[in-house]
């Protein structure tokens, strides 16, 4: 395939991007408020239901067990069903329990619903994963994750301000703010799962908003790499979701990725309470307010540290670095109780942890086959993930047990040490020939 830029070529992949991209960054907010606002309704919450912070923990780890069990299964469904359909059955359906949220009465019915909400939201990230590769060629995906990750950090910036904001001022009918925040909340995932099926279009061939020269153009060049792709990979598609599931690559990358994720919600879900408890005198909504700041900082990183690792096309140090950088964050942010110090060094910790994003999934992923892919980043996504309980109940269980915001911070400083710590040391490992492709056909290594 030539590496020359055509007229058409431009014009093909801009409107595509344009098409797709910011409702996918549209719909990846939505589903991280959702899955995040559990932190901030915690300000009111945890004394409403007389939760301790054991319970707490509990409460915010329990999605990721569904989560796990059913994240490669819906990913096939995805397949099966349709991208339109799959994605849109959803958002309907985690709109729905998120707005049932707002109504529990006690921790078992907290634990209940936010373990159902794991499960219906499993298989949106690596399905979303899966639905660019329908759309973009190799060489444009890994720019377009990035974008596509950014909707994280932003969920953050909106979400934090938003939700504190419902819980100091809007108690209609009596009740209290937090319940008010999951109800409004889950709203606007269950309306845009309905616009889903009228907007997404599943394949390129589908896609009534392509001329038929555009269309033709990408069914061919996708067509092509994957014919090209085939050729490496002889005889595999029977059997390459067993081979992925099994090689162990995909659980050294998914050790990785659990690893950094203890550090990433474990700040995701409690920062917001250690704000708090930094000063007596802040509203729920100055708290919102000053949590936007890390996370502002962390989108810029992320996006100028991946495009960094573009230019360079090295990915393993890229990865590692951001999250010694964050390591560090978290260590100062815990030896200092001036709110204003604490803050700044958060803003270094999450900029360090969001930048780690671009490099890692562009490395997994060229350690991917084609016909492991599908299922490769599904299993590193859902096994990685299952540090969103370890991570938020063991700083539950710290702070309940010892009292101290700084002990919690360590613990996750120290997971974000230990991640990167295990990318460091991949050259060695036995892990240089691609998932799903024979010894015989093994080049070089890729871990750059």
């Not at 099966?80 to 985690?94: D, M, N, Q």
């Not at 409690?270 to 007596?280: A, C, E």
């Not at 492991?372 to 539950?396: C, D, E, M, R, T």
């Not at 040490?417 to 056909?441: I, T």
Request: net charge positive; no cysteine; glycine share 8%.
């Amino acid at each position: 395939m030539s590496n020359a830029t055509t007229p058409l070529e431009k014009q093909v992949t801009k409107k595509v991007t344009r098409r797709i991209v910011p409702f996918l960054i549209l719909l990846y907010v939505i589903a991280f408020i959702d899955r995040a606002n559990l932190g901030y309704a915690a300000l009111d919450m945890n004394e409403a239901l007389s939760l301790t912070s054991q319970m707490f923990g509990i409460a915010s780890g329990i999605f990721f067990i569904s989560y796990f069990m059913l994240e490669v299964p819906s990913n096939v469904m995805l397949e099966k069903f349709g991208a339109r359909k799959w994605i849109a059955r959803i958002l309907v359906t985690w709109g729905i329990v998120v707005a049932l949220t707002g109504f529990v009465q006690s921790a078992a019915q907290l634990y209940i619903l936010r373990f159902l909400l794991g499960g219906l939201e499993a298989g949106f990230f690596p399905g979303i994963i899966l639905y660019l590769t329908y759309w973009f060629r190799a060489k444009e995906r890994a720019k377009t994750i990035a974008m596509f990750m950014t909707a994280i950090a932003v969920s953050y910036i909106i979400g934090a301000p938003l939700s504190t904001w419902i819980m100091d001022n809007i108690h209609w009918a009596g009740m209290d703010g937090w319940r008010w925040m999951f109800i409004l909340e889950g709203i606007p995932a269950v309306i845009l799962g309905v616009f889903t099926l009228f907007y997404l279009t599943d394949r390129p061939e589908q896609a009534k908003w392509l001329t038929s020269e555009e269309k033709n153009w990408l069914t061919t060049e996708l067509k092509k790499e994957k014919e090209e792709n085939a050729k490496a990979e002889p005889g595999l598609k029977q059997h390459s979701h067993k081979q992925t599931l099994t090689n162990p690559r995909v659980w050294y990358l998914a050790l990785i990725y659990f690893t950094f994720n203890i550090g990433l919600y474990g700040i995701g879900f409690w920062l917001p309470q250690i704000l708090k408890s930094l000063s007596d005198v802040l509203t729920n909504t100055q708290v919102g307010l000053l949590t936007t700041i890390p996370y502002i900082a962390g989108a810029i990183a992320m996006n100028i540290w991946s495009r960094r690792s573009d230019r360079s096309g090295e990915r393993r140090i890229h990865a590692a670095i951001p999250l010694i950088v964050g390591s560090v964050g978290l260590f100062a942010s815990g030896m200092t109780s001036n709110p204003l110090i604490s803050i700044a060094m958060m803003a270094v910790a999450v900029s360090g942890m969001y930048s780690f994003y671009g490099p890692f999934w562009s490395l997994a992923t060229q350690f991917l086959s084609t016909s492991a892919a599908a299922v490769g980043i599904a299993a590193i996504n859902s096994i990685g993930n299952l540090s969103g309980f370890a991570g938020p109940y063991a700083i539950g269980a710290i702070y309940e047990t010892t009292g101290s915001v700084s002990l919690a911070l360590f613990f996750l400083s120290g997971a974000l040490l230990l991640a990167s710590v295990f990318l460091f040391a991949m050259r060695k490992n036995q892990l240089n020939q691609p998932v799903g492709q024979p010894a015989e056909l093994a080049g070089e290594s890729v871990a750059k």
